[in-house]
């Protein structure tokens, strides 16, 4: 008898043969198993992602809210104010987050001066971060500021209110951006 007729080198290579389909049965469940941990985990890492996003989203919400707050509460008392537009630049200024790239106040008609239709004060973000007025924005811009979205909304705001605008381009600085309006009185 040859030695590859014996039984004990057929019972080795039998065995040989399920060492090896198992072997490979095992690496196989275990690459599913990795792919299906992996595909999981990436599920678990874009919800934690997506989670820190909007609450960095509404964290920066509520910072600017807080400045426009403040520019309403400064409107009130507005024809008492001495230095009117430096207390608008020093607000949009001090959250330096670049989160607030213009911003201002537009008033009602005759509400400040009662020989004076249309006054506002809008600022723009210069590239050193300083804010400079705009003295001609209404010149310049096609629409009147109270033919606007945000003004017209803001007009039937309940106090405290605060309204976001859609995205869009302004029609002076060329910037696009959304526009948190809040009615002063």
């Not at 290579?13 to 198992?22: E, Q």
């Not at 595909?39 to 678990?44: G, I, K, L, R, Y």
């Not at 964290?59 to 008392?77: F, H």
């Not at 605060?162 to 951006?177: A, E, F, H, L, M």
């Amino acid at each position: 008898m040859k030695w590859h007729d014996s039984v004990r080198v057929k019972l080795i290579g039998f065995f040989f043969i399920v060492s090896i389909v198992f072997m490979i049965t095992l690496l196989s469940v275990i690459n599913i198993l990795k792919h299906d941990a992996l595909m999981h985990n990436a599920s678990d890492e874009v919800n934690l992602a997506t989670i820190q996003v909007l609450n960095n989203l509404q964290n920066n919400k509520y910072r600017v809210e807080e400045i426009v707050l403040a520019l309403a509460s400064v409107s009130r008392d507005f024809n008492h104010t001495v230095d009117q537009e430096k207390i608008i630049r020093n607000l949009l200024e001090a959250n330096n987050s670049g989160l607030i790239i213009s911003g201002g106040i537009w008033f009602a008609p005759y509400a400040i001066d009662s020989n004076r239709e249309d006054l506002n004060y809008f600022f723009n973000r210069e590239k050193d971060n300083s804010f400079t007025l705009v003295k001609d924005y209404l010149q310049n811009s096609p629409i009147h500021y109270r033919d606007t979205e945000y003004y017209v909304v803001a007009s039937y705001l309940k106090k405290g209110e605060i309204y976001w605008t859609k995205v869009y381009q302004d029609p002076v600085t060329k910037k696009r951006y959304d526009h948190s309006s809040i009615s002063y009185i």
